[in-house]
Nanobody
Framework: QLQLVESGGGLVQPGGSLRLSCAAS????????IGWFRQAPGKEREGVSC????????NYADSVKGRFTISRDNAKNTVYLQMNSLKPEDTAVYYC???????????????WGQGTQVTVSS
């Protein structure tokens, strides 16, 4: 069983930055992919970014390309999402999830964290 815990959310002004962390514990293995998803009130959960097990491959939603960067430190079993130039439309609960390979479909993921709130507002 794999446990995922997100942290780093909060309130930030437009144009600001936050770094989210996703820490894995339990049956950790260094060959799992991690995806970040977000869900705003009244909207479906959407994929934001994903990184493969080695960190050699990443992908991003068009809405965050050039602003968000995903990375991982397998020695710490942690994946990061650096979010820059934040916009009010980035406001959502952000979740990390794990499966064997990246996918934009949240229903394909086996393990989920509890989520962390990101609010972008002046």
């Amino acid at each position: 069983q794999l446990q995922l815990v997100e942290s780093g959310g909060g309130l930030v002004q437009p144009g600001g930055s936050l770094r989210l962390s996703c820490a894995a514990s339990g049956f950790t293995k260094d060959y799992y992919a991690i995806g970040w998803f977000r869900q705003a009130p009244g909207k479906e959960r959407e994929g934001v970014s994903c990184i493969n097990s080695s960190g050699s491959s990443t992908n991003y939603a068009d809405s965050v390309k050039g602003r968000f960067t995903i990375s991982r430190d397998n020695a710490k079993n942690t994946v990061y999402l650096q979010m820059n130039s934040l916009k009010p439309e980035d406001t959502a609960v952000y979740y990390c999830a794990s499966r064997d390979r990246c996918s934009g479909d949240p229903f394909r993921y086996d393990y989920w964290g509890q989520g962390t709130q990101v609010t972008v507002s002046s």
